[in-house]
């Protein structure tokens, strides 16, 4: 019996409908590989916002710092720093610290490294170029009002110094953006971000940290939407939420190229282009970030 071979038409046919599908299925994945990402993120921040409520457990009522000087001297071999992620020393050889993220404040109570940082903030470059292992930084912002460093006027922040557990930031998807390339803006890890507004003890004023219009004036612009335009935040009561940033009305090249970028501020209203110091509002801009809601600090 003769058998009949498909035509070139058929051919084609056949062809257009595996490309059809395929245009159809790629994203289907890809979307899917995003939101696992997403899921192991929110996973990885809880598991990080209850090591720090057992931290809190240990040490009286004390939260934990963002970082704690080692006692050896200042700098030389030997001299070292731990962080809440993991430990810096000066041990000799091409990198001036080596850097070691089992070793850091919250280590004893998590027993795994990998979940400090983000799936997708994992590719973000690292400003610490001269750090050994600089690359394994996490890619979280701590909010610097709540993660301080001990001092001798400041030993720690306790818990019950904060007022809503639930509505202030803990730390957040983050990522330093303040340098930029043409209308581009360079990323890199980012250790903290700076509430909206920081108030000065010495002037008795607030002074605007995301308006954009300085280099010292883009540190609390650092919530970064790497998951579909979304962030994934740690509140300090534990829980975690995705928000998608808060951009500034303004049209500034580095606004600009943040708002591209999904990198903004996370506030519970919109925020002017610039705010100015007197504004009555300021309470509401700053109050996930800061410890007394009604004055804003």
């Known amino acids: 019996m003769?058998?009949?071979?498909?035509?070139?038409?058929?051919?084609?046919?056949?062809i257009a409908i595996i490309a059809i599908l395929a245009a159809i299925l790629f994203p289907v994945f890809a979307q899917a590989k995003a939101a696992a990402k997403k899921t192991s993120n929110t996973s990885n921040l809880k598991q990080i916002g209850l090591a720090s409520l057992l931290?809190?457990?240990?040490?009286?009522?004390?939260?934990?710092?963002?970082?704690?000087?080692?006692?050896?001297?200042?700098?030389?071999?030997?001299?070292?720093?731990?962080?809440?992620?993991?430990?810096?020393?000066?041990e000799g050889g091409p990198f001036v610290l080596n850097y070691y993220r089992n070793q850091g404040l919250l280590y004893p109570y998590m027993?795994?490294?990998?979940?400090?940082?983000?799936?997708?903030?994992?590719?973000?470059?690292?400003?610490?170029?001269?750090?050994r292992d600089g690359q394994l930084v996490p890619a979280y912002g701590t909010n610097q009002n709540v993660w301080v460093q001990p001092s001798a006027t400041i030993p720690g922040l306790n818990l019950s110094q904060v007022e809503e557990h639930s509505g202030t930031v803990s730390m957040a998807d983050a990522v330093n953006a303040c340098t930029i390339n043409g209308s581009s803006v360079a990323q890199t890890k980012s250790f903290f971000i700076t509430p909206i507004l920081t108030y000065s003890t010495t002037t008795g004023q607030f002074s605007d940290r995301g308006s954009g219009s300085g280099s010292a004036d883009c540190f609390s612009s650092r919530i970064h939407g790497r998951h579909s335009g979304q962030a994934v935040v740690l509140w300090v009561d534990g829980?975690?939420?995705?928000?998608?940033?808060?951009?500034?009305?303004?049209?500034?090249?580095?606004?600009?190229?943040?708002?591209?970028?999904?990198?903004?501020?996370?506030?519970?209203?919109?925020?002017?282009?610039?705010i100015d110091p007197s504004d009555p509002l300021i309470p509401e801009y700053n109050r996930f970030w800061s410890l007394n809601k009604e004055s804003g600090i």
């Open 2 to 14: 003769r058998r009949q071979a498909f035509t070139l038409i058929e051919l084609l046919v056949v």
């Open 239 to 274: 829980h975690v939420k995705s928000s998608r940033p808060t951009f500034r009305s303004g049209g500034t090249v580095r606004q600009e190229a943040r708002r591209a970028a999904n990198i903004g501020e996370l506030a519970p209203r919109a925020l002017p282009a610039v």
């Open 111 to 131: 027993k795994n490294a990998e979940i400090q940082d983000c799936p997708v903030g994992r590719t973000i470059a690292t400003p610490f170029t001269t750090w």
């Open 55 to 90: 931290y809190v457990s240990d040490y009286d009522d004390v939260m934990v710092p963002y970082l704690v000087r080692g006692d050896g001297p200042a700098s030389g071999l030997g001299s070292g720093t731990m962080w809440w992620h993991g430990r810096t020393i000066r």
